[in-house]
């Protein structure tokens, strides 16, 4: 569905006319380009005290080629820049009457030493004098530890201190700039996170805090292709999001098979024929038919799979709304979302798992919702279902561990879909500006969110939900 607003302001009629009377200007958010550059330009490092993540920091920023600029809280960087053969400089802040472009394209914040409150001024410092030099669409990332990984409780309370100001930059930042808190383990690998919270693809994500656990990391031999040769099961692919991460899935590399109901049986077949046509490589993607919760879903799709030699990747995204509030809410209803959003996944992962159909190493992503998280009026069922997926990530992620695979979730915000479409004018237009961005995300936003948590080199990241929201102030 289009945003007019968005159009309307950001045309050159529409801009002067939102200026004169002080209308929001959502931003145009850059997302990923296959004819563009996914990396470029100059990233602003600071850092709190003992820095733990210079090292493997400048090897991603390398191997990404961004040029780097030391802030004075960043002691060390140069030299350390140097010895690696990197370029790099110390940062000046963008002045207003600078005619040259002076901006930097992101800011990352080391601040996985910080270990006591009274150190929390640095990150004051480095942002109090860089955010206003960041581009639009520009990134900022903060870089911690997981905080009860920390054994002297104040280093526990500085390191959970950094949730606050990583969400608050992100509100402050505007013109599509988005803010997120990585906190990695001791051993963690951190380029797969890096490249994702730094690259357009990341556009609608913002304020969230990610944990990335030591693991072992297949990283991949192309980065443009990271699920080179890997086979997907992505459900409810005939449209909306579904059919958006089953072309992202296949533009990365995968062999991806996408399910929907009969009813959606010829939408199925011609997105998979698009993405067939889009494929360099011939692709071959499939279409099945299914209703997933059908008794027998399970067993029917675990034996097409295993047909096609199994699977690396499982996307539950398939879901319904039936709202009602619940005084009004027939039981069919609620049976119907909680059965198609919740069980159906469980029953499908249960048979798949079971028959080994998902490989060692593979990969669950289940699409929750942030009405999961925050709850809605007239969404009993359908909120009970997407905490549920959430209940259901937290609750695999160690028994998945053993075989190498990690499950997560997405929960989405407000997407311009054909769900979203159905939404009464007044309640569609809160829900879509109600976020840092002011904007609804596109399905591709959850697409690439999805593929980054389904690539190899996510292994350290299992039992997380990462909103793809914008930052909504819902459930925030
Ligand atoms: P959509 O209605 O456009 O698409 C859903 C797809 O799932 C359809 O193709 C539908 O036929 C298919 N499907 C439904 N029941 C099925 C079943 N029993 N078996 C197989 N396929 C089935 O919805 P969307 O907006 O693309 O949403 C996709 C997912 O994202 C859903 O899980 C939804 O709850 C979630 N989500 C969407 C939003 C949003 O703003 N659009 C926000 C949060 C979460």
């Given amino acids: 569905m289009k945003d ?7 045309s050159s009629f529409g801009a002067g006319f939102a200026r004169s009377i002080g209308l929001p200007k959502p931003e145009v958010l850059r997302r990923h380009r296959p004819d563009r550059p996914e990396f470029g330009g100059i990233v602003a490092i600071g850092a709190g005290p003992s820095p733990a993540l210079f090292d493997p920091l400048i090897d991603v920023l390398q191997s990404i080629g961004m040029t780097s600029v030391a802030h004075g809280s960043a002691e060390g960087w140069l030299p350390r820049a140097n010895r ?10 963008h002045r207003r009457d600078s005619v040259a472009s002076d901006r930097v394209e992101a800011l990352i914040f080391d601040a996985t030493g910080i270990a006591d409150s009274s150190e929390l001024g640095a990150i004051y410092g480095f942002f109090h004098d860089a ?26 309370t500085a ?24 906190q990695v ?4 690998d951190i380029e797969g996170a890096l490249r994702f919270f730094l690259s357009p693809r990341s556009a609608y994500v913002s304020g969230q805090v990610i944990r990335i656990e030591a693991a072992s990391v297949t990283r991949p031999a192309d980065w443009s292709r990271p699920l080179e040769g890997r086979r997907a099961l992505v459900t409810g692919a005939a449209r909306g999001i579904g059919a958006s991460i089953a072309g992202v899935l296949a533009a990365l590399g995968a062999h991806v098979t996408g399910v929907d109901v009969p009813q959606a049986s010829d939408a199925l077949d011609q997105t998979m024929l698009a993405i067939e046509d889009q494929s360099p490589s011939g692709g071959a993607h499939a279409a099945l038919v299914a209703d997933i919760a059908a008794p027998e879903a399970p067993a029917e799709l675990a034996a097409a799979l295993l047909a096609m030699g199994g699977i690396d990747i499982v996307v539950h995204n398939a879901g319904i709304t039936r709202d009602k509030t619940i005084a009004k809410m027939t039981k069919d209803a609620w049976d119907s979302v909680i059965d198609i959003n919740l069980s159906a996944q469980e029953r499908i992962d249960d048979a798949l798992l079971a028959q080994n159909v998902l490989h060692d190493g593979g990969r669950i992503v289940g699409v929750s919702s942030i009405s999961g998280i925050a709850g809605n009026l007239g969404q009993t069922n359908y909120a009970t279902s997407k905490a549920g997926v959430i209940g259901r990530v937290s609750s695999m992620a160690g028994v998945l561990r053993a075989r190498g695979m990690t499950i997560n979730a997405v929960a989405p915000g407000f997407i311009e879909t054909q769900m979203t479409a159905k939404i009464p004018f ?9 976020n840092s961005m002011s904007q609804g995300g596109q399905p591709v936003d959850v697409a690439e969110t999805v593929a980054w ?7 350290g990241i299992s039992g997380q939900v990462v909103r793809v929201c914008g930052q909504s102030l819902i459930g925030a």
Wanted: aromatic share 4%.
């Fill in 4 to 10: 007019r607003y968005l159009d309307f302001v950001n």
């Fill in 84 to 93: 690696h053969g990197a370029m790099s400089g110390r940062f000046e802040p």
């Fill in 131 to 156: 955010l206003r030099s960041v581009a639009r669409s520009g990134r900022v990332v903060v870089l911690g530890r997981p905080p009860e990984t920390r054994a002297d409780p104040r280093a526990w």
């Fill in 159 to 182: 390191q959970r201190a950094l949730e606050g100001m990583t969400r608050s930059l992100g509100k402050e930042a505007r013109g599509g700039v988005s803010s997120n808190l990585l």
């Fill in 185 to 188: 383990a001791e051993g963690a």
């Fill in 426 to 434: 007044a309640i569609r237009e809160a829900g879509r500006r109600m």
């Fill in 453 to 459: 948590l389904a690539s190899p080199a996510s292994a």
